[in-house]
């Protein structure tokens, strides 16, 4: 029996041991809590209208990654982040970092807008009912 | 088939239904991650020990990406296996360790852990082999599934199902990705369908939740033999289903590894083709 669970305590162990990412070693943390926000990253341009990434930036470049970037900046920084009330001097930092990020290797001569804003949507429940809003997190000209 | 599950060894032809399917995953998972060229913004793992920079830029990915196909070539044709799932394992540590230096977490450490556990039982070359070199990695699947209850019950206690009208925020946020990726706003309608749904039936949601937990606490029953193990990659992929339907949410890193290793759905195809192939024979 042990040679048919060896690795399965070795993996858990150190994983434990660990206690936080170090590839290959995780503690599969996803969705381990489930606080009373959530939030997506969207594009608009200066008309207000949505731009969609898949239309308009390379495959790697979606609403998920931009999320999983911006997790990692507040980390990394150890900035105090979540339920919508993050300091929006570090917000606007996050956003130059991020739209940095987004517009790296793109061509922007295809794009028909002139201006790109990256916007924060936040969820929360209130009294069973599912409320958000849009925060401008950056704004940049763009340069045919 | 019910014969050939209460075998606890594994044939050659099954093992084929399993390394092409997982070399093939493997690749499109090299393919698409996500690597800030020039640059590892939030070092973790490994590069928070070496400087990784100049193992990110567009030229040394695009050569990662030859190496592996090569790799999983070799992998699929069985050859020099030790070296070769030694080097897949050493490949995704640096790759997927790049990615997730960039922020993007895509949960691939199964990937890596797989290779590893592969070329342990490929160097011992015991005559278990035909058994272990799938069995190592039904272990690791098992203690990621356990890991991720863990984590849920260290964060949140054992009540954790009991916040299921909460999981409607997150519920949102999936489909708000789509909707934002694509323009469809029938994604986001779609989101908030389910995300109401959850809050007027939260027993319900409670009641998916504390089964989730409760299959992903008892991965480790998996490890019995040959017959659990399916068994429960069938559960956990009823479970994966119902994420994905809720949440739009398929962590594929972990999806496919595990049905791959616990299912082995192109086996069970083709086993139940030859079946029906026999029976139509005059």
């Known amino acids: 029996m042990m040679r048919k669970s060896f690795l399965f305590l070795f993996y858990v162990v150190v994983s434990l041991l660990i206690g936080k990412e170090f590839h290959p070693f995780s503690l599969f943390p996803m969705y381990n809590s489930f606080p009373n926000y959530s939030y997506a990253f969207l594009l608009k341009n200066e008309k207000g209208e949505l731009i969609p990434y898949r239309k308009n930036f390379s495959k790697d470049k979606n609403a998920g990654g931009l999320a999983h970037q911006y997790y990692a900046f507040f980390n990394y920084h150890h900035y105090q982040g979540g339920f919508g009330g993050e300091d929006s001097v570090y917000i606007k930092e996050a956003g130059k970092e991020l739209m940095a990020k987004l517009l790296q290797d793109e061509n922007t001569n295809r794009f028909n807008f002139d201006t790109l804003r990256l916007y924060k949507r936040y969820y929360h429940l209130d009294h069973d009912s599912i409320r958000y809003r849009d925060d401008l997190m950056y704004e940049q000209a763009i340069n045919h | ?282």
């Open chain 2, 1 to 282: 088939m019910s014969r050939l599950l209460t075998i606890n060894t594994y044939s050659d032809t099954e093992w084929r239904f399993i390394k092409i399917p997982v070399a093939f995953f493997w690749l499109a998972s090299i393919r698409s991650a996500n690597i800030n060229h020039e640059l590892v913004p939030y070092p973790v793992g490994i590069f928070t020990f070496i400087n990784g920079s100049f193992l990110a830029s567009a030229h040394t990915v695009m050569v990662f990406f030859v190496c592996a196909i090569v790799l999983a070539l070799l992998y699929i044709f069985e050859k020099w296996m030790t070296a070769t799932t030694f080097f897949m394992f050493a490949l995704s540590l640096v790759l997927f360790t790049l990615e997730e230096s960039s922020g993007i977490f895509n949960r691939h450490s199964l990937y890596t852990a797989i290779f590893l556990s592969q070329a342990f039982a490929y160097y011992r070359n015991k005559p278990a082999l035909s058994e272990e070199r799938i069995q190592f990695p039904v272990q690791l699947i098992a203690g990621g599934y356990f890991l991720a209850a863990i984590s849920k019950i260290r964060q949140s206690g054992f009540g954790w199902f009991t916040e299921a009208p909460l999981a409607s925020i997150q519920m949102i946020k999936g489909y708000s990705y789509a909707y934002f990726n694509t323009g469809d706003v029938k994604q986001f309608e779609k989101g908030m369908k389910h995300a109401n749904f959850i809050l007027e039936h939260k027993l319900l949601a409670q009641s998916l939740l504390a089964v989730s937990l409760f299959l992903e606490l008892f991965a480790w029953v998996s490890l019995k033999n040959k017959t659990t193990a399916f068994i429960y990659g069938l559960l956990l992929t009823a479970m994966h289903i119902g994420i994905w339907y809720f949440m739009n949410i398929l962590i594929g890193s972990i999806f496919y590894p595990m049905i791959i290793f616990m299912v082995n759905p192109l086996y069970l195809m083709y086993a139940g083709l030859q079946r029906l192939v026999g029976l139509l024979k005059p």
